[in-house]
């Protein structure tokens, strides 16, 4: 991949906490200077040129990390293969926080194993629900309410490719 500044137009949104310094905020979407994994380099808050790592992004001391979502790939689809590399390296690297875990049993399990998911809170029941139309996955815990949601999903879990039908749980 290389640090060599892309031709096209790439855009990430960030989800998570807002950093207290001026670098990510909560939903907002950003301009993708280059992609050189585990990095991305973006124009954040502060308007300068930042690379965040593509898993977990945020501050150094990694209290409060978060998520990028890719919004606007390019043709070649630089983002989705870089995101995926990224990801391969964390998973032998770093522990995912218990969303991430669930996010991946969700996308690369079974559907038996994502109707015996628990909420990492309160171990309570979850549902989730895949909509494919918008790419858009959502978690919620049945009994206390906590949640995770994700737009512009790059894959379609693996549960509702095993027997072609639609199912949420």
Known sequence: MG???EGEKMKIRYVGPSQQVKSLTNHQIYSVLYVDPPFISIIDDAQESYEYYIVNPGLLDGKMTGR???????EKG??????????????????LNPWDELENTIFYGSAQDVENLKCPEC???????????????TIEC??????????????IPKYLQEDGEFNDF
């Open 3 to 5: 640090k060599e500044p």
């Open 68 to 74: 990028f979502e890719i919004v606007e790939d390019d």
């Open 78 to 95: 630089t983002l989705k293969k870089a995101f995926y590399d990224a990801r391969i390296e964390q998973e032998t690297d770093v522990p």
């Open 123 to 137: 171990g309570g029941p979850l549902s989730v629900r895949f909509e494919e139309s918008e790419s858009c996955l």
């Open 142 to 155: 049945q009994q206390c309410g906590a949640r995770s949601h994700g737009d512009k999903c790059l894959l």
